[in-house]
Nanobody, 118 residues
Framework: QVQLVESGGGLVQAGGSLRLSCTAS????????MGWFRQAPGKEREFVAA????????YYADSVKGRFTVSRDNAKNTKYLQMNSLKPEDTAVYYC???????????WGQGTQVTVSS
């Protein structure tokens, strides 16, 4: 059974930082992208960042470039999303996902809430 388990969400003031983690189990993801998405209240889920399991190529939404950094630890089957200079508009439920492309994620975590206060 494939599982993606997120952790690290919480409440932070604007300008602060959080690091999200996502640990994968149940299969190998060697040819997959490991992505982060978010969904704010009343809005559609949107892409945030992704990293390839092999090679470590990274991809970012324009709204988070320069503030967020995605990384992975293959030995731990874990990926991370370091979020700096957080803004109130970053408030959302953040989901980790895995799939062959950004637009075709096959597996999803349960989500973790990130709230940024002004």
């Amino acid at each position: 059974q494939v599982q993606l388990v997120e952790s690290g969400g919480g409440l932070v003031q604007a300008g602060g930082s959080l690091r999200l983690s996502c640990t994968a189990s149940g299969r190998t993801f060697l040819n997959y992208l490991m992505g982060w998405f978010r969904q704010a209240p009343g809005k559609e889920r949107e892409f945030v960042a992704a990293i390839s399991w092999i090679g470590g190529s990274t991809y970012y939404a324009d709204s988070v470039k320069g503030r967020f950094t995605v990384s992975r630890d293959n030995a731990k089957n874990t990926k991370y999303l370091q979020m700096n200079s957080l803004k109130p508009e970053d408030t959302a439920v953040y989901y980790c996902a895995a799939g062959p492309t950004i637009g075709t994620m096959s597996y999803w975590g349960q989500g973790t809430q990130v709230t940024v206060s002004s």
